[in-house]
T-cell receptor, first 113, second 113 residues
Framework: DAGVTQSPTHLIKTRGQQVTLRCSPI?????VSWYQQVLGQGPQFIFQ???????GRGNFPDRFSARQFPNYSSELNVNALLLGDSALYLC????????????FGDGTRLSIL | GENVEQHPSTLSVQEGDSAVIKCTYS??????FPWYKQELGKRPQLIID?????GEKKDQRIAVTLNKTAKHFSLHITETQPEDSAVYFC????????????FGAGTILRVKS
């Protein structure tokens, strides 16, 4: 079975640009969560979506937005990129929404110049 | 909000010895505690988890213990092997907040052969 897949694997942008990251969950998983991992730190929660609805939001500015599609895949959008947005963006999927084992994808490495 | 502290930040053990990593959480409502292993450049991999209604869980060489009164939980790895070398993250979540995981800062485990 395919695990969580994310695209692209690497991305280089400049300050002020916009970026869209994509995630496909494990088949049968209806919940997708997004995390930001800065080098040397643990992942930080950005969003959770379940059945196309936002179920949780972390302490990130409004420049960050996300959505979930009918096939449960998800996109994370970041506008007006800042140097500090450089990080590994991880997507995790789970079967349901509450206290479920979450399985991570390989992430998208975003570098801002 | 929830805060998770993890110790030690680095741990070196001899092959065959045991390794223990400890985490403390702040919110007594936390009720789900997973552990992830992350090798360099790879995704966080779920290795074991425990819920608040259980005091201990084992899976081969890995075990997790939970002390709700003291609000701490620990990862125990026995008979360590070089392939156990990685960064280990503990996390906690509260069912009212869905699948939001709050991660510790990570422990770099080095197993010397």
């Amino acid at each position: 079975d395919a695990g969580v897949t994310q695209s692209p694997t690497h991305l280089i942008k400049t300050r002020g640009q916009q970026v869209t990251l994509r995630c496909s969950p494990i088949s049968g998983h209806k919940s997708v969560s997004w995390y930001q991992q800065v080098l040397g730190q643990g992942p930080q929660f950005i969003f959770q979506y379940y059945e196309k609805e936002e179920r949780g939001r972390g302490n990130f500015p409004d420049r960050f937005s996300a959505r979930q599609f009918p096939n449960y895949s998800s996109e994370l959008n970041v506008n007006a990129l800042l140097l500090g947005d450089s990080a590994l963006y991880l997507c995790a999927s789970s079967e349901r929404t509450v206290n479920q084992p979450q399985h991570f994808g390989d992430g998208t490495r975003l570098s801002i110049l | 909000g929830e805060n998770v502290e993890q110790h030690p930040s680095t741990l070196s053990v001899q092959e065959g010895d045991s390794a223990v990593i400890k985490c403390t959480y702040s919110d007594s409502a936390s009720n789900y505690f997973p552990w992830y292993k992350q090798e360099l450049g790879k995704r966080p991999q779920l290795i074991i988890d425990i819920r608040s209604n259980v005091g201990e869980k084992k899976d081969q060489r890995i075990a997790v213990t939970l002390n709700k009164t003291a609000k701490h939980f620990s990862l125990h790895i026995t008979e360590t092997q070089p392939e156990d070398s990685a960064v280990y993250f503990c996390a906690a979540s509260i069912s009212e907040y869905g699948n939001k995981l709050v991660f510790g800062a990570g422990t770099i485990l080095r197993v010397k052969s």
